[in-house]
């Protein structure tokens, strides 16, 4: 992370931000064109004011004041209406442009491997797709084309200065430097400040994300007392983080002041002995004229320091999001192998596997499944079952062996293909915030209605969903919270079966149910398996029993394999386990 700097003269860096307005191009014509417009607009008016003063009110003119207000008033009326559609255009090419680049990362978010979400936080994510991206939007609204504009003013004011008095203009731009080396030092000591603030949104994101999902066990341990004094740390953090950065605007801001009151001092002191030595000269409106032009002067300067800043922050601000964008963390898909239809044989052969690094959690794994058979894979946490079924459908790449589908290298499919191809039902049920039939369809429009009532009466949950209120249209709340486990699995069977895959893979639940759902997951289980190759990861004795082969893992190596009861008159691993976990049931067998 401190490799981000976000230094707002990247230029590489700005350029790719500016990639993203290319389709707003008439947008951001019209916001540089306003900009010039409001830089070359601002001057006119004291120059209106020294005039009026000069010509007609120290004159005793009255109608020529008369007029010069109305025209004064026609050009504040324009100035107005040039400002209200600057903030608009910028503000329409900041949102549309930062729209367009957060559809960006999160389309590229979800095609990284899982891998990566193994070792990133997901309250870093949703920082970098939410506040993280806003502050980009900055750079549009508040930050560069405002920059460019008060930069413009800025010259055009000094230029009609000068040509109103130069000598005039260099004695009040004497502090000039002065303000220069100010803004500097603030401009360096602010950025830090900002870099700070945004790691402690995404600390701050991330501690949220984690004990919200995580409240239930929060409260049964009565945990909140610690838990909210590590978030008080955690908070101060940020508030000191924020405050450091006002410090520093609370000490810029009366120092520009001082310098300021210098310029205007210097005005009056010069332009009084002027006015008193050569009187045709320099004339009282020139000395108001200038009055106007330091206050003007100083405004965009004041302020750049702060667009600047802003500008900076949005430089972070892309630096992140750009970087979770060049994650190029992704499963490599080079395969197009595609075939009408997949037969189902699998065949493992000295498969070695880790997560990380050569700290193999698989290793040498040799077995094959028949087209149609059912394998159940028993073993102890922590055996590697999971996994075994993770690197099927490739979420995890092995390190050395082949897995073959069919005779054909896994990593020779298409890959969204194979995975279409293997329906996989995971140990922990997810549901979206969404209705059950979309949670079933996964929103794919391929799907009738049809097809999941007809799913869902075979795997037995048809009767329980219709009892809910609203049916299929129910709305499952986050991660399925308002259905019971057993339910949520049940739905979770649906899902596969209505994909209709080739293949199964099933990681049993080891949660406990009713014995009424117990029976419903039990028949539904037996139906999913049915007609298609299985591998199931089996907690339950009547799966196991089922199987046509039953492979015993121990940390990561097949200890034993066969059917139940060859396996029992092994009396070896899988008789300890058997007896171990279903004594009571073996009894009544
Ligand atoms: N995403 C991961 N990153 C790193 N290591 C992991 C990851 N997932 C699992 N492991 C490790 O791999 C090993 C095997 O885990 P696996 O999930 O395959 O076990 P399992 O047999 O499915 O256990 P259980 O019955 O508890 O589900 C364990 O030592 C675990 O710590
Ligand atoms: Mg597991």
């Known amino acids: 992370m401190s490799k981000i700097t976000g230094d707002a003269f990247n230029v590489g860096l700005l350029k790719r931000v500016f990639q993203y307005v290319k389709p707003y191009r008439r947008i951001f014509i019209w916001s540089v064109v306003l900009t010039i417009l409001l830089a070359l607009v601002a001057p006119v008016r004291p120059f209106l004011i020294k005039y009026t003063l000069d010509h007609y009110i120290l004159k005793g003119q009255y109608n020529g004041l008369l007029m010069m207000t109305v025209v004064m008033l026609l050009l504040l009326v324009l100035q107005s209406a040039i400002q209200y559609s600057h903030t608009l255009y910028t503000n329409i090419l900041g949102q549309s442009a930062i729209r367009d680049l957060r559809i960006n990362v999160f389309n590229h978010i979800t095609t990284l491997r899982l891998k990566y979400f193994d070792k990133t936080p997901i309250g870093q994510l949703i920082t970098r797709t939410v506040s993280d991206l806003e502050t980009i939007s900055d750079i549009f609204s508040e930050g560069l084309i405002v920059i460019i504009g008060d930069i413009l003013q800025v010259i055009a004011i000094i230029c009609v200065m000068f040509y109103a008095d130069w000598s005039l203009t260099l004695m009040v731009l004497l502090p000039m430097p002065l303000l220069i080396i100010a803004t500097s030092i603030f401009q360096r000591s602010i950025k830090s400040a900002f870099q700070e603030i945004?790691?402690?949104?995404?600390?701050?994101?991330?501690?949220?994300?984690?004990?919200?999902?995580g409240i239930s066990i929060i409260q049964y341990f009565a945990r909140e007392e610690q838990e909210y004094r590590k978030f008080k740390k955690i908070n101060k953090r940020y508030r000191d983080a924020n405050i450091r950065s006002n410090w520093y605007y609370s000490i810029f801001f009366p120092v520009v002041e001082i310098i300021s009151a210098m310029c205007l001092g210097l005005l009056v002191w010069y332009g009084a002995k002027s006015i008193l030595s050569k009187p045709l000269d320099v004339t009282p409106g020139t000395i108001a004229e200038?009055?106007?032009?330091?206050?003007?002067?100083?405004?965009?300067?004041?302020?750049?320091?702060?667009?600047?800043?802003?500008?900076q922050m949005g430089m972070v601000g892309a630096e992140r999001v750009f970087k979770v964008l060049d994650t190029d963390e992704k499963t490599?898909?080079?395969?197009?192998?595609?075939?009408?239809k997949i037969e189902g044989n699998i065949e493992f052969s000295h498969v070695w596997f880790a997560y990380n690094d050569d700290k193999y959690v698989l290793k040498n794994l040799n077995f094959t499944v028949k087209a149609g058979q059912t394998v159940a894979m028993v073993g102890a946490t922590g055996a590697g079952k999971s996994s075994t079924i993770n690197i099927l459908?490739?979420?995890?790449?092995?390190?050395k062996g082949d897995i073959k589908v069919d005779g054909v290298n896994i990593e020779a499919y298409e890959l969204g293909?194979?995975?279409?191809?293997?329906?996989?039902?995971?140990?922990?049920v997810f549901l979206f915030s969404d209705t059950i039939f979309n949670n079933i369809t996964l929103n794919n429009p391929d799907i009738t209605m049809d097809e999941v009532v007809e799913a869902a009466e075979k795997v037995g949950a048809h009767d329980f969903i219709e009892r809910l209120p609203g049916g299929y249209q129910y709305n499952?709340?986050?991660?399925?919270?308002?259905?019971s486990?057993?339910?949520?699995?049940?739905?979770?069977?649906i899902r596969a079966l209505v994909y209709n895959p080739s293949i199964l893979v099933l990681d049993e639940a080891t949660s406990s149910v009713d014995t009424e759902t117990e029976m419903l997951i039990q028949s539904a289980i037996d139906k999913l398996m049915h007609g298609r190759t299985s591998i199931v990861i089996a907690h339950r004795l009547s799966t196991i029993q089922k199987a046509d082969q039953i492979i015993v893992l121990d940390k990561g190596e097949i200890m034993e394999r066969g059917s139940h009861q060859e396996?029992?008159?092994?009396?070896?691993?899988?008789?300890r386990l058997y007896d171990l976990q279903f004594h009571s049931e073996g009894i009544a067998k």
């Open 417 to 428: 293909y194979l995975r279409k191809s293997i329906g996989t039902v995971l140990q922990d």
């Open 198 to 213: 945004r790691t402690e949104v995404s600390n701050l994101n991330t501690y949220l994300q984690e004990h919200i999902t």
């Open 332 to 340: 490599v898909n080079n395969g197009t192998y595609a075939p009408a």
């Open 476 to 483: 499952v709340m986050e991660r399925g919270a308002t259905l």
């Open 567 to 575: 396996l029992l008159k092994l009396d070896g691993y899988y008789k």
């Open 485 to 493: 486990a057993g339910q949520a699995q049940l739905i979770s069977f």
């Open 290 to 311: 200038f009055i106007l032009y330091i206050g003007m002067l100083f405004k965009p300067i004041r302020e750049l320091a702060d667009k600047f800043n802003t500008l």
């Open 393 to 399: 459908n490739r979420f995890y790449d092995i390190q």
